[in-house]
């Protein structure tokens, strides 16, 4: 089973559409978790944490469920420059705070 | 402030090659990271640095790759020989020592295909 997973998608929305994405992780002493953003042949950039009360910015709201190792994202208004691939990442409570990252989740926009 | 910086950005090896991949992070930058990216996938960890001190190697196939950095700065990553698996993108992070949020900035990437 893999650490993070994320169903790959390709997610092909109208603009003005809203989409979620979701994301399960396996390790329970997982203690951070952020989704990263990542275009076509670019590197990945942080797109914003996800906390246990759930967090907003702008367009975009993510959502975690401990009991239930579940993480989303929503993102309402769909532009098109939201088109990428948007990687599911948690970091586990270890020396090195390492990151691990999920497949990611290819989204398209389309006018 | 400039990004993480790679080179080369692309290069193409026969398989049983070496290469190396060079990466310089953001200035005052305590951790870095080598990751591989396989085409479709996320990336991968393969060695994390703290200063000039390994703190993670454990998914580095050790019997072909190897990284060093030296000085606490840049940081250079091998593979010898490579194989056809190893085509992917080397990605190269950094990260302050001390941080609340935990991330890590990418630098632009090297694509290997061994052919």
């Known amino acids: 089973r893999k650490e993070v997973e994320q169903d790959p998608g390709p997610f092909n929305v109208p603009e003005g559409a809203t989409v979620a994405f979701n994301c399960t992780y396996s390790?329970?002493?997982?203690?951070?978790f952020f989704w990263y953003r990542q275009d076509c042949r670019k590197e990945p950039k942080l797109l914003m944490s996800?906390?246990?009360s759930g967090n907003e910015d702008g367009r975009f709201t993510a959502q975690l469920n401990r009991a239930s190792q579940y993480i989303s994202l929503l993102i309402r208004d769909s532009k098109l420059s939201d088109s990428a691939t948007y990687l599911c990442v948690v970091r586990l409570n270890n020396a090195g705070n390492m990151l691990t990252f999920g497949g990611g989740t290819r989204l398209m926009v389309k006018p | 402030e400039a990004g993480v910086a790679q080179s080369p950005r692309y290069k193409i090896i026969e398989k049983r090659q070496s290469v190396a991949f060079w990466c310089n992070p953001i200035s005052g930058h305590a951790t870095l990271y080598w990751y591989q990216q396989i085409l479709g996938q996320g990336p991968k960890l393969l060695i994390q640095?703290?200063?000039?001190?390994?703190?993670?190697d454990s998914q580095l196939p050790k019997d072909r790759f190897s990284a060093e950095r030296l000085k606490g700065v840049d940081s250079t990553l091998k593979i010898q020989p490579a194989k056809l698996e190893d085509s992917a993108v080397y990605l190269c992070?950094?990260?302050?020592?001390?941080?609340?949020?935990?991330?890590?900035?990418f630098g632009p990437g090297t694509r290997l295909t061994v052919t």
């Open positions: 640095f703290q200063n000039n001190g390994v703190v993670d």
């Open positions: 996800v906390y246990s």
């Open positions: 992070a950094s990260s302050p020592e001390r941080t609340i949020y935990y991330e890590q900035y």
């Open positions: 390790n329970s002493a997982s203690q951070s």
